[in-house]
């Protein structure tokens, strides 16, 4: 899959530096055209958050955090053990030491892709975590989607378009964690997992706590 980036959308530069951009090649190479237009989607609808609440924040980790936030659903970067977000935060991180950034840095990007589906923690830790989410949320079950122009979010859907993500959302993300639907506990990927597989029980953490090895 290969695109030509605009430069602006809905009024948001989209970051142009070497990080950003080679950001960009490896969500196009190991991505697909839905996580690589959700994606862009989401740094846009993020960024325009931050301008409309005067949040400040740094463009470029809240482009790399978006570029890599679902990759971890993805063949290249997916671990047979660990949930896909904790994978995509990783390969973020690893990619963002190669190009030798503070480790305040690396850990902000970290966080903001790690707690990406945690709605109750990340709106409440730094810009970019905050941000992710917001973009995130709105992209995939509309919140927020009143505090947008019609015409901002007609300019960031002709660029990037949705082309049927409703139907294609859920089985997408199922394919990246299917194998592993342990790591799913605690998180709204549960949900997925209840949907696409018939009869799936989720762990419990009230019987986890009443089957614990202690005597009492």
Known sequence: ??????????????????IAIQATELLLEHGSELLY???LRTFLFASLNGEQKKIAYDPELL????AFHDLGLTTHYSSPDKCFEVD?????????RSHGLPQQSLQLVWDAIALHTIPGVAPHKEAEVALLNYGVALDVVGRGYDQLSEKEREDIIRQFPRAGFKKSVIPTFFEGFKHKPETTYGTINADICAFMI???????????ILHSPWGE
């Open 198 to 208: 018939p009869n799936f029980e989720r762990k419990n953490f009230c019987d986890a």
């Open 1 to 18: 899959m290969t695109t030509k980036m605009p430069k602006v959308v809905a009024g948001i530069k989209i970051p142009d530096s070497t």
């Open 88 to 96: 995509g935060a990783n390969a973020a991180r690893d990619f963002l």
């Open 37 to 39: 237009n959700h994606s």
């Open 63 to 66: 482009y790399v955090s978006a």
